[in-house]
């Protein structure tokens, strides 16, 4: 069964579960945007191989497509954009998250930090612990050569990619997902 996204890509359910299986197996957080281009992917490389006589089956004899089409996909969002973004797109950027983070829908409280691209969201009482007393606030970061990530506000502290689009939709999905990681909806993702 395919499934269409209004205006984007076009996957099935089956290829959607497979990219959804191999996330839980990477260090990074995955927008719902990168998720689906990696569903489609998978799907076009499921249906190519099956051109081919390649049942679906075979590909985990030699590759994991899944996963493969997921790193293929977030790459284009986590290495160095070119050309690298300007201050002012990042500034533009972190603002959108800001206003995304604190909007009626997400509802999070973003508190002032130290650095200027750099945005403190106060912890919920199932955010995870991290921090040298487990109280840090979470701070997710944009880069100009680089993407989006979210670590502990503590010196030391893990650092994990959330690949999603450097535009105001993709700080949407952001917002979104650092919601559920402030909520403790995914566990601890520095522990991964």
Do not use: C
């Not at 290829?15 to 197996?25: C, D, F, R």
């Not at 604190?102 to 106060?122: D, F, N, Q, W, Y």
């Not at 955010?127 to 970061?141: E, K, M, Q, S």
């Not at 700080?171 to 601890?188: D, T, Y």
């Amino acid at each position: 069964m395919n499934t269409t996204v209004v205006d984007g890509p076009v996957f099935s359910t089956e290829a959607y579960a497979a990219v959804e299986k191999a996330a839980t197996s990477l260090r990074s957080l995955y927008a719902p945007s990168v998720m689906e281009q990696a569903a489609a992917l998978l799907t076009d490389l499921w249906a190519v191989g099956e051109r081919h006589g390649v049942e679906r089956k075979e590909w985990g004899w030699a590759v994991d497509l899944a996963s493969g089409a997921l790193e293929v996909t977030a790459s284009r969002y986590t290495n160095t954009p070119v050309p690298e973004r300007t201050g002012e797109q990042v500034t533009a950027l972190s603002r959108d998250l800001r206003e995304a983070l604190t909007s009626a829908e997400i509802g999070l409280s973003v508190v002032p930090g130290t650095r200027k691209h750099m945005t403190v969201i106060e912890r919920l009482p199932k955010t995870p612990r991290g921090g040298l007393h487990g109280d840090a606030n979470l701070v997710v970061g944009l880069y100009s050569n680089g993407g989006w990530d979210i670590s502990m506000n503590a010196d030391g502290a893990s650092v994990v990619p959330i690949v999603a689009p450097a535009t105001t939709a993709g700080a949407a999905e952001v917002a979104a997902v650092v919601r559920a990681v402030a909520r403790g909806e995914l566990g601890n993702p520095f522990r991964r």
